[in-house]
């Protein structure tokens, strides 16, 4: 044997590289868990951004829509009273 050298004992020294592995194992897990939860965030938050769109348009055409039935209203009282009136358009 040479002086000063230790021989390492195999069970241990496997047992040791077992457990860094199972540590970077779980490393990675985790990672992977936190990038699928950031990328299920940014969807969910990108869902929300496009209902919202939608709705704002919805709510546009309605009042759209109000406005243009309102001035018709409008128009067929004018009419009605220039039609007894005796007056035309």
């Known amino acids: 044997m040479i002086s000063g050298f230790k021989p390492l004992d195999r069970p241990e020294q496997e047992e040791e590289e077992e457990e860094e592995e199972e540590e970077e194992e779980e490393e990675e897990e ?15 938050k990108k869902k929300k951004k496009k209902k919202k769109k939608k709705k704002k348009k919805k709510k546009k055409k309605k009042e759209e829509e109000e406005e243009e039935a309102w001035r018709k209203k409008g128009r067929r009282r004018r009419r009605k009273r220039a039609g007894w009136r005796g007056e035309g358009r």
Do not use: D, G, I, T
Request: glycine share 0%; aromatic share 6%; net charge positive.
């Open 30 to 44: 985790e990672e992977e868990e936190e990038a699928w939860r950031k990328k299920k965030k940014k969807k969910k």
